[in-house]
Each structure stands twice: as structure tokens, then as C-alpha cells.
């Protein structure tokens, strides 16, 4: 492997200290609550929140930005009863809120987030050429002079800040490092690089954290974060890109829900890490440890959660989706049923068991072929002969001609005057 990317040995945070965290691996910063909830239609009640926080902590996530709470009353209660019960839990992850950089909206935020053992404050502002005529109104000198003060003002009130440079992508890379070194030097502990309409691509995001980590002054002392959204289908690529490259804080939602296309969704990235775990611990230069986790995440947890989020948000979870979808695990082919029930690995790179689904399926339907047919006749309790098998297998092909899926209860009913129940 070449062009490993090494980083300076991380000094381990409170937080990694407190918790036992091992302060090498990749954080994973869940938005579901914030930018998760800004998809069209996805709004959650404060319980609702509650519930989905209470999830996010036992999957394991580092940091759970609960919502922004200058935004509403009930974004404020939300964010502050997150901050103080899953905030003081056993194993706490850190409770975050989102404020813009002004000094209302950081004081608002650090009121709701300050209850928790681990309380952060995310504060940020636009930093493209497009974003500061346009939208802020604001000259490059009067961006850098309200990123000091903001900064300084949150890190007055918090040990942990953290700052976005909203449309970071889409900036001058030169005044990008200008700002970020402004913000480090002000007391930013986290620097983030949002890609925040979803325009990059996996080489470009590589060259721009290789180039904020040669010209942002301080930047060896902070985590370096990425986030990113998925209008061109590329943020879970732009992310891995970033961690080769020296980011260690992904930050994501469950099921990629969020703004437009969404965010870049949490169980891919985090499924991709584990996967191929060997092949990012050698690009990170961690030879003597290439079996070694990457994240946090309890795994077993990721398909309750995806299920939780979906229910509650009604935001329905398209069925060819990676990972989660209901066909990740299910095989329709009969060379690839029967290559699976040979063996699992002929075209599975992981275990359904491993984010916590009871098993693969084999979904039955006209590309099935004898074996998988058999197979589920077994496991409904049915003893075939050969030449029942051929039968049955014959008037199975037929009504899959004309269903799209066999189930059981069509099997049952075609099968029980062809074969004999055990
Ligand atoms: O997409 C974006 O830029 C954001 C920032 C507030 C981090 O969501
Ligand atoms: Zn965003």
C-alpha cells in the first residue's frame, strides 16, 4: 500500500478518558436529530427524539447532535432532557447542539447542551464566496473577525467547540485555512469541512484535507471532521476518502436521511470500516494492528436503529439499500442461492447476523433454483422425496411465472398434497 497517510499519535480527550475510548479511532458524530430531522417531512416530537437518542447511545455513536436549539421551544427542551439523561448515562456519548455564529444562538445552545457530562457546542458560519455575498452579506476580514469572536465566546462557555465552515467545498482552499487557523487559534477543538451540497468527489475531498493539514496552524492538536451530504450519490465515498487522508470524525444519520439527497448514511460508512477494516488500518499506517476496530459502533445495533428511525420519522428505507435495505441480505438468483447455501461467502462480504438480523434470506421467486427450494421445504418441516421435489419444484416455477415472490404460505398450500409433512 502506498501513500499511507500517518497522523500524529492523538492525545487521548476527556472524553476518550472517561469512557475508555480508544482516542485512534474514527468518531462518529450522528445528526440524525439535526440534520437527519431537517428531511422534508421528518420531524420528530421531543419523545420521539428521546427514544432515538436513547438508540444512538447504545449503538455506540461518539457524539449525537440533538438538534439547534435557538430554532424552536421544542427543539430547545429536546436538545436540553437529551443533554440530561442520555447525557449522564453509564458510558455517555458527548451531547451536542447546533448554533450559528452568533452569540444568541451559542448561549441558547450551550443553556440546553450544559446539563450533560460531555456537553459541545457546534457553531458555524459560511465561508464560500457565493454564501458570504449572497447570503450573509459579509466581507472574507468580517468572516475571519466573527469566527474569532464566536469561537471565543462558545469556548468561554464550553471546553468543547466545534466549528463548520459551511460550504467549505465550495471555498477558496487559501481562505478556508485562513479561517480554520482562526478558529484553532480561538479555542476550536473539532474543525469541520462540510460539504454541504454535496458537490465533491472522493479525490477532490482527499486533496483538500491533504491540503488543510500542511496550512491550518494548530491543526495537529484538533480532530479534523468531515460531513457531507449525497446530491451526487458520493458522500459515503467522499467520507472514506477523508478518514485516508487524516479525518477522524465522520459525521453522519441513520439511514441517510437529512436536507435533499441526505447525508451521508451512518451504517454504510461505519459497515465499510468494519468490512474492510484491514485494508483503511494499512492506509493509516497501522500495520501491527490490521484486525483492529476503526469505530465504536456496536454493529448488532445497526439494523433495530434503521428500523426505529424509519417508524419514527416514516421517512420508509428504499428496499436495495445498502446495508439496511430489505434486500442487503436476500438472495433471488438460483446460482447465487445455491452458491450462499454452499457457502455464505461465495456472495456475501458480511454476516446478517453482524448488525443484528436474525439471518439471510432467500427469498423464492422464478430465477430460484432447486436447491434453495429444498432447502426452505426442509425448514418449513417438510420431508421430500426426489420425485415429490420434482413436482412440487414444476407447480413452483409455474405460479412464479406469474407472482413476483413465492411465500411460505403459497408454498404450504402448493406443496401439501405433493409432499408429506414430518
Ligand atoms: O451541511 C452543512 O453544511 C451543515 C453545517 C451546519 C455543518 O449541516
Ligand atoms: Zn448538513
Known amino acids: 500500500i502506498t501513500g499511507v497517510v500517518k497522523l500524529p499519535d492523538r492525545t487521548p480527550t476527556k472524553h476518550d478518558i472517561a469512557t475508555g475510548r480508544d482516542p485512534d479511532r474514527v468518531k462518529i458524530f450522528d445528526t440524525t436529530l439535526r440534520d437527519g430531522e431537517q428531511s422534508p417531512g421528518a420531524s420528530l416530537t421531543a419523545d420521539e427524539k428521546m427514544v432515538i437518542a436513547r438508540q444512538l447511545a447504545k449503538l455506540g455513536v461518539d457524539v449525537i447532535e ?3 436549539p435557538i430554532a424552536s421551544e421544542g427543539d430547545f427542551t429536546a436538545v436540553r432532557e437529551i443533554a440530561k439523561s442520555v447525557g449522564n448515562r453509564d458510558n455517555p456519548p458527548i451531547i451536542c447542539g447546533l448554533a450559528r455564529a452568533l452569540e444568541k444562538d451559542i448561549s441558547r445552545c450551550y443553556e440546553a447542551v450544559k446539563h450533560a457530562a460531555f456537553p459541545r457546542i457546534h457553531t458555524f458560519i459560511a465561508t464560500s464566496d457565493l454564501h458570504m455575498a449572497y447570503k450573509l452579506k459579509k466581507t472574507r476580514e468580517e468572516v475571519v473577525e466573527i469566527t474569532k469572536e464566536t469561537v471565543t465566546y462558545a469556548r468561554s462557555l464550553c471546553e468543547d467547540v466545534e466549528f463548520s465552515a459551511e460550504d467549505a467545498i465550495r471555498s477558496d482552499p487559501d481562505f478556508l485555512c485562513e479561517v480554520f487557523s482562526a478558529a484553532i487559534e480561538a479555542g476550536a477543538t473539532t474543525i469541520n469541512v462540510p460539504d454541504t451540497v454535496g458537490y465533491t468527489t472522493p479525490s477532490e475531498f482527499a486533496s483538500l484535507i491533504r491540503y488543510l493539514r500542511r496550512n491550518v496552524r494548530g491543526i495537529d492538536d484538533v480532530t479534523i471532521s468531515v460531513h457531507g451530504h ?29 436536507e435533499r439527497a441526505g447525508n451521508a448514511s451512518l451504517e454504510e460508512v461505519v459497515m465499510a470500516l468494519h468490512v474492510r477494516r484491514q485494508f483503511y488500518n494499512a492506509r493509516m499506517g497501522k500495520d501491527n494492528k490490521v484486525d483492529a476496530p476503526l469505530t465504536n ?10 428500523r426505529m428511525v424509519s417508524n419514527l420519522t416514516g421517512m420508509l428505507v428504499q428496499p436495495n439499500k445498502a446495508i439496511v435495505g430489505a434486500n442487503a ?8 442461492q445455491d452458491g450462499v447455501l454452499k457457502h455464505r461467502q461465495t456472495y456475501e462480504i458480511m454476516d446478517a ?7 439471510n434470506s432467500i427469498v423464492l421467486g422464478k430465477h430460484s433454483g432447486r436447491h434453495a427450494f ?16 420434482e413436482r412440487a419444484f414444476r407447480r413452483f416455477k409455474e405460479l ?10 403459497d408454498l404450504q398450500s402448493l406443496v401439501n398434497d405433493e409432499v408429506r409433512l414430518v
Open 329 to 336: 441480505f436476500a438472495h433471488e438468483s438460483g446460482i447465487h
Open 353 to 359: 447476523q453482524s448488525i443484528g438480523l436474525s439471518e
Open 66 to 68: 440533538a438538534g439547534f
Open 400 to 409: 412464479a411465472d406469474i407472482k413476483k415472490e413465492v411465500s411460505e404460505a
Open 297 to 306: 459502533i456496536v454493529h448488532k445495533e445497526i439494523h433495530h436503529t434503521s
Open 230 to 258: 449525497d446530491d451526487l450519490g458520493m458522500a459515503v465515498a467522499n467520507f472514506l476518502s477523508a478518514v485516508e487522508n487524516g479525518a477522524r470524525q465522520m459525521e453522519c444519520t441513520i439511514n441517510g436521511i437529512g
Open 374 to 389: 429444498r432447502t426452505r421445504l426442509v425448514n418449513m418441516g417438510y420431508e421430500v422425496t426426489d420425485e415429490e421435489l
